[in-house]
């Protein structure tokens, strides 16, 4: 199934209207950017620019969480660089400028989702979950490292998701949820599941060894699987040739304007480096 036809892109000044320091580096952005809030999807992202300057150069690319009715955009951040360190020491109303909604989101499905994130990969699933209509529902898995990685969906805004649909959480250490992999906990939910109890399809963002478990799961069920991927965005409309990843049918994709979002079947995984890695 296709996904919509790509929005009309803005490049923009945007207000913060507010940010949320969360535990372990996270925080939540709120941009006030009703152009953008008006026609993006779940999947899709945006460019920020962090610095007035020139250090760091290049916009950074994030998922868009979130979008309200009153013309906000919320980020759903880790600091863990020099660009969203300096993000997360921003104020409310001070400026950022901003090019969105870019890339192609997920596609419509009708029934049922599974969304697995790992890390940041969760997300564009908080988006989605605050689209449903009366013909979907989700349930969603979430792979950490820590507690501290998940105790966010403790509090507002977040907390929606916990009583909407309570997610499969898996933390490598045990802290929180099931201890192991995320992709250990859809094998089993899947290996337990009739055929009535399955997915329509599998929606997954995060590590690529993660998406490309998810991806081989899902064929040996015949479950439709989609993926957002990350990589490196100097422009995100297609101009800088930085975000080229290597495809089935053709040479490569551009993950910024052919995706963030693809059918998994479409990726050519074997070329993505060792994709197995720590997760076979």
């Not at 975000?243 to 074997?270: K, L, M």
Request: aromatic share 8%; charged share 15%; net charge neutral.
């Amino acid at each position: 199934m296709a996904s919509k036809p790509l929005s009309k892109k803005h490049a923009l000044t945007a207000r913060i209207r507010d940010i949320q320091l969360l535990e372990n580096g996270w925080f939540n952005l709120s941009l006030h950017a009703p152009e953008i809030a008006d026609k993006a999807t779940p999947g899709q992202f945006v460019q920020v620019q962090v610095s007035t300057g020139t250090d760091p150069l290049l916009r950074r690319p994030f998922s868009i969480a979130g979008a309200t009715p009153t013309g906000d955009i919320e980020l759903l951040i880790r600091a863990v660089g020099q660009g969203t360190r300096i993000l997360s020491q921003k104020k409310p109303g001070d400026a950022l400028e901003i090019i969105g909604p870019l890339g192609r989101g997920f596609p419509h499905i009708t029934g049922r989702i599974w969304t697995v994130a790992g890390g940041t990969g969760l997300a564009p699933f908080l988006f989605l979950a605050k689209t449903l209509n009366k013909t979907q529902s989700v349930t969603p898995f979430y792979g950490a490292c820590t507690a501290t990685d998940c105790r966010f969906l403790e509090l507002p805004p977040y907390q929606f998701i916990m009583d909407q649909a309570p997610p499969v959480i898996t933390t490598e250490d045990g802290g929180m949820g099931m201890r192991g992999l995320v992709t250990h906990a859809l094998e089993n939910r899947l290996q337990q599941c009739t055929d009535q109890e399955k997915p329509d399809a599998i929606f997954s963002c995060g590590p690529l060894p993660m998406m490309k478990k998810v991806y081989d799961l899902a064929a040996v069920g015949g479950i439709p699987c989609y993926v957002s991927l990350e990589a490196f965005m100097g422009c995100g409309f297609g101009a800088c040739m930085g975000c080229v990843i290597p495809a089935v049918a053709q040479p490569y994709f551009h993950v910024c304007e052919q995706g963030p979002v693809f059918p998994a079947g479409d990726i050519a995984w074997d070329k993505l480096g060792n994709p197995e890695k720590n997760h076979g």
